[in-house]
């Protein structure tokens, strides 16, 4: 059977599941619905092509699913778990050329959308913050990166083709540093950026665990490791990860981008901050504080209905153990500790109480 004989489900209604419906419809493809984990997303439409649950999968008739997205792996678990194994694993291999495409994608979004860029570092909520906005219907994007080391990024979520460093580099530091403020400057309103921040040695944890997701978990490795040899493999990453600053280097190099970074005024006590410049508005918050924002981001947006809770969460993993394994034995120094809460940023946006707060977690 063609190609374009078929009857094709997609799975996974996000940005990669958007790009592929682009390539499919080039090719004279039929795609009849998309499927996706996030409620919030069922019941929607995409180019007039509805969105239904992923347990929904068998009440659509259809020809084939393709799994597209960052997750195929475990979206081809889950399937098989569900005895659905009529799917193709879409292995996208253009390379730079897809890449690219990518940030045209993004920068397309920034110029003409009315919704809200959720823009920031990785776990910091950014999850929580994009359902809240999705079922209260204010259209939204996430991006955790714009300019070196986006491209490098993609490729290794999307399986691309890696390119060299002296290759990609130049050419997102032109539409980094050249071509976002001149799309900021066609826009006809301010964008509206969503931002968090969090305890850096919490978000470190966090992220180490995210990378030791796709390193272990999808090989099947982790049985092969007793926890004390983990812990010392994951201190020994934590502590390489947590001298890099990440907050400061993030705010000043991604999130100056759009807004200079000058946070001096701001009251550390407070959860949340409103921002603007000439082509911007920012709602800047604190991660630690999520339960309290439904209001303030409510006010940002302009939209009533928002409802936030935690998502994502670590104890819902399949590492939860080991997370509070890390979390009950993992211990620093006092140095370690005045070292990592000294950052510019940090000090800038935490009351002294909470910074001793927070390290007292880890003492």
Same mark, same amino acid.
């Given at each position: ?49 509805? !969105? ?65 860029? !959720? ?206 394994? !890390? ?37």
């Amino acid at each position: 059977m063609k190609l374009s004989d078929k009857k094709i489900v997609i799975f996974g209604a996000g940005v990669a599941g958007k790009m592929h419906l682009k390539q499919l419809h080039q090719q004279g493809a039929e795609v009849v619905g998309f499927i996706d984990n996030d409620e919030a997303k069922s019941g929607t439409q995409i180019q007039n092509i509805p !969105v239904f649950h992923v347990s929904q999968i068998n009440q659509i008739e259809r020809d084939i699913i393709h799994l597209c997205g960052v997750s195929r792996l475990e979206m081809r678990r889950q399937l098989n778990s569900m005895k659905v194994y009529d799917y193709l694993v879409v292995e996208n291999k253009k390379g730079f050329v897809d890449q690219w495409r990518y940030i045209q994608y993004l920068l397309g979004f920034i110029q003409d959308t009315q919704g809200v860029f !959720v823009f920031q570092p990785g776990k910091v909520g950014s999850y929580a913050i994009c359902n809240a906005l999705n079922r209260a219907g204010v259209e939204n994007f996430k991006s955790h990166c714009i300019g070196p080391g986006m491209l490098a990024n993609v490729s290794r979520q999307w399986d691309l083709e890696r390119l060299p460093v002296k290759f990609y580099e130049p050419a997102l530091e032109y539409y980094a540093r050249y071509r976002l403020p001149r799309v900021l400057s066609q826009r006809s309103s301010k964008l509206r950026i969503v931002t968090g921040v969090r305890d850096p040695v919490a978000r470190g944890i966090s992220i180490v665990f995210q990378s030791l997701h796709f390193m272990l978990y999808e090989r099947c490795e982790l049985s092969l490791i007793d926890n004390e040899s983990f812990l010392d493999c994951f201190c020994n990453i934590l502590f390489g990860y947590l001298d890099t600053y990440y907050t400061d280097n993030w705010i000043e190099e991604q999130l100056g981008l759009f807004i200079q970074p000058e946070f001096g005024d701001l009251d550390p006590e407070a959860p949340c901050w409103q921002l603007q410049n000439q082509y911007c508005d920012l709602f800047l918050y604190k991660h630690e504080y999520l339960s309290e924002l439904e209001k303030p981001l409510m006010d940002f947006v302009g939209k009533g209905g928002i409802s936030l809770q935690r998502e994502n969460d670590a104890s819902e993993k399949w590492y939860s153990q080991l997370y509070k394994m !890390v979390h009950t034995e993992l211990t620093f120094t006092e140095w370690q500790l005045d070292r990592l809460y000294r950052s510019k940023y940090i000090t800038a946006l935490y009351s002294k109480a909470e910074i001793e707060q927070l390290k007292n977690k880890w003492l």
